[in-house]
């Protein structure tokens, strides 16, 4: 990379070489003689932006504090930013060595961060626990030593509040009962029965309903795969941090792909979701058709945030395979080989068991009879 010139960040006092966040001392410390510098953390309320904001402010948003270089993989596209001074060599998803500079960088820089939590070591230490309690491994890769390429990343999210009122128009169902009088033919005789037949009486039903929403929060990511970032958990948002360049020293940031909009548009979704359960729930009944919600949003904000994950890959037997470590939490998820064999006997035994089943209906008909 080109950008050997650019000055250190955040130089050690003693030693002059570069500090970076540490998770476990929630510091600065320097990479060379271990020296920490403590970062001043604001646990202030984060600023919401209003959605609908003046273009002179989204401007002042793309404030870093600090240079950010970002960079672009030839191979998958996909983009991350890392602070000036700092380099890469490989691209952080696809392990590319195709990545280029890439000049103006206009994005919005994020109100607030939870910082590493989780240290490098821990991270292994998770996923080496994690990897025993899989089922369908190779008894082999179980008991391995993985030699994973750890790259502790930040994700980047957007957050939406909003105040919504609908109003909304149905017809509801109710189940009423009423006794019948049938006939049916018994051994070639025809003969009368009572039986219960329900039926459903349904209501115009319509009202308002008017709830807030704090905090939906929207994956910004392009490049993860959703499912493995879904399994990572929560994170705790009551731990975020105000923003500072400190925060992200020695780490690489994900440039979002899901823009502000996209992302709103997104989190409507949620919401719209939410407000329909709920007022199903207000309308009650036994069922519900033809269900009609308008929706107004109103003071809608938003706010951009960077989430710690250790991004992982490893080889075993020349595939690579793909993991991820909350940064937080330390929760584990990813993907590991699995074991044909171990499959082949689940299945032969599953097989086992429906045959058993199958082989007992078949003989005992009268306890299955209907009547
Ligand atoms: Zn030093
Ligand atoms: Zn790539």
């Not at 006092?13 to 403590?38: H, I, T, W």
């Not at 959703?226 to 958990?233: C, N, P, T, V, Y």
Request: proline share 4%.
């Amino acid at each position: 990379m080109s950008n050997a010139t650019t000055a250190i960040r955040f130089p050690c006092a003693s030693c002059a070489g570069p500090m970076v966040f540490d998770a476990e001392s929630q510091n600065l410390k320097c990479q060379y003689c271990g020296a920490e510098r403590q970062i001043d953390k604001v646990l202030d309320e984060p600023v919401e932006h209003p959605f609908h904001g003046r273009a002179e402010d989204l401007d002042l948003l793309q404030d870093w504090g600090t240079q950010q270089q970002a960079i672009r993989c030839e191979a998958c596209g996909g983009e991350t930013l890392i602070p000036a001074g700092q380099t890469t060599s490989t691209c952080v998803f696809c392990g590319s060595p195709k990545v280029l500079s890439q000049d103006n960088v206009r994005s919005i820089r994020p109100e607030s961060v939870i910082p590493f939590r989780v240290s490098r070591d821990e991270a292994l230490q998770s996923f080496a626990r994690w990897k025993k309690k899989r089922f369908f491994m190779p008894g082999d890769f179980k008991k391995a030593d993985v030699d994973s390429q750890l790259n502790g990343i930040y994700i980047p999210y957007w957050t939406y509040d909003t105040n919504t009122y609908s109003v909304y128009s149905a017809e509801v169902g109710i189940y009423h009962y009423r006794t019948v009088t049938k006939t049916r033919v018994v051994n070639g005789k025809t003969e009368t029965y009572t039986a219960t037949e329900r039926y459903t009486v349904w209501h115009p039903a319509r009202g308002d309903y008017g709830r807030s929403f704090d905090d939906i929060l929207i994956p910004a990511s392009g490049h993860y795969d959703a499912d493995l970032l879904k399994k990572l958990g929560d994170f705790r948002l009551g731990e975020l941090h105000g923003y500072k360049p400190e925060y992200l020293s020695g780490h690489i940031s994900e440039r979002y792909s899901v823009t502000r909009e996209e992302g709103w548009e997104k989190a409507q979704n949620v919401a719209d979701g939410t407000i329909r359960a709920e007022i199903r729930n207000v309308i009650g009944g036994d069922e519900i058709r033809n269900l009609r919600i308008r929706t107004t949003y109103n003071n809608v904000t938003y706010k951009h945030l960077l989430l710690p994950v250790w991004n992982a890959n490893y080889v075993y037997k020349s595939k690579t395979y793909y993991y991820m470590v909350n940064g937080q939490t330390g929760t584990v998820s990813g993907r590991v080989p699995r074991s044909a064999f171990k499959i082949t006997l689940f299945t032969l035994f599953c097989l086992g068991i429906a045959g058993a089943v199958v082989w007992f209906i078949a003989s005992h008909p009268e306890l299955f009879a209907s009547s």
